[in-house]
Nanobody, 127 residues
C-alpha cells in the first residue's frame, strides 16, 4: 500500500506563499496519479489540483488556477503544492491523495477517485 505524509502548512499573511510537500512510501510512487484537496471549516472537501504519473499533465480548480502549482519528484517520492498570492479564503486543511495511474481522469476531481490519503496539514491565511 501507499502511505502519505504531509508537511509545510502554517500561518501566512494574505498575498504570501507556502509550499506543501507530501512524501510517499510503501509502493512505487511513480505509478500513481497524485492530487491535492482542501477542506475548510463547515465545508465539503474540494478539489485543488491533480498531476499525472509522469508529471506531464496537470489540472487545477478554477479558484486556484494561476496561483497554485502542483509538481512531483518521483526520485524523492514527493509531490508538492506551491501556493502563491494566498487569500483568506484559501484557509483550510490540505490533503494529498494517490490514485492508480490508469484510473479514469474524470474521477481525479472527486475524492472517491483516490485510494490513499495523507493526514492533512493546516493552512491559515490571515487578512
Amino acid at each position: 500500500q501507499v502511505q502519505l505524509v504531509e508537511s509545510g502548512g502554517g500561518l501566512v499573511q494574505a498575498g504570501g506563499s507556502l509550499r506543501l510537500s507530501c512524501a510517499a512510501s510503501g509502493r512505487t510512487f511513480s505509478i500513481y496519479r497524485m492530487g491535492w484537496f482542501r477542506q475548510a471549516p463547515g465545508k465539503e472537501r474540494e478539489f485543488v489540483a491533480h498531476i499525472s504519473w509522469s508529471g506531464g499533465t496537470t489540472d487545477y480548480a478554477d479558484s486556484v488556477k494561476g496561483r497554485f502549482t502542483i509538481s512531483r519528484d518521483n526520485a524523492k517520492n514527493t509531490v508538492y503544492l506551491q501556493m502563491n498570492s494566498l487569500k483568506p479564503e484559501d484557509t483550510a486543511v490540505y490533503y494529498c491523495a494517490a490514485a492508480p495511474m490508469l484510473r479514469a481522469v474524470v474521477l481525479m476531481r472527486q475524492p472517491r477517485g483516490y485510494d490513499y490519503w495523507g493526514q492533512g496539514t493546516q493552512v491559515t491565511v490571515s487578512s
